[in-house]
């Protein structure tokens, strides 16, 4: 009975060998880094840093436009008001109507005379609209 229990444990060792040995081979052509799977990683981990550096740039470039984007509508949004403001004077002027007017030989009126001025003034820009 001792020589069949040896003779099984013996062989079980030598399966054991076998079997690590076939597994040691295959670790080994798995983790090489020119043809294995170890060779896509790296290939993977270093595209995935590229990608991470073109998301960041992409981001800087976003998060510019998106503050150019809003200073534009603020500007804009205070050219609006003052346009309404200009449109609401005009309500104010009297027609061109030459029915309205004076004759030639009639005395003329202050408010005839006075003459109605037109005053622009720009705003001082930023190096950001002067850069566009």
């Known amino acids: ?4 229990s040896d003779i099984l444990l013996v062989a079980g060792s030598f399966g054991a060998a ?10 080994k052509r798995f983790t090489t880094l020119e043809s294995g799977m170890g060779g896509a990683i790296a290939v993977l981990s270093a595209e ?10 992409a981001r800087g470039a976003a998060n510019g436009s998106a503050e150019s984007l809003e200073a534009l509508t603020t500007r804009g ?25 004076p004759a030639s030989g009639a005395d003329p009126s202050p408010e005839t005379e006075r003459r109605l001025r037109v ?7 930023t190096s950001l609209e002067a850069a566009e």
């Open 48 to 57: 995935v840093d590229d990608m991470t550096v073109a998301l960041e740039r």
């Open 119 to 125: 005053v622009r003034r720009r705003t001082p820009r």
């Open 1 to 4: 009975m001792d020589l069949i």
């Open 77 to 101: 949004e205070a050219v609006a008001r003052k346009l309404e403001l200009l449109v609401a004077s005009l309500h104010d002027l009297p027609d061109g109507d030459p029915a309205a007017q």
């Open 18 to 27: 076998i079997y690590c040995y076939v597994l040691s081979n295959r670790l």
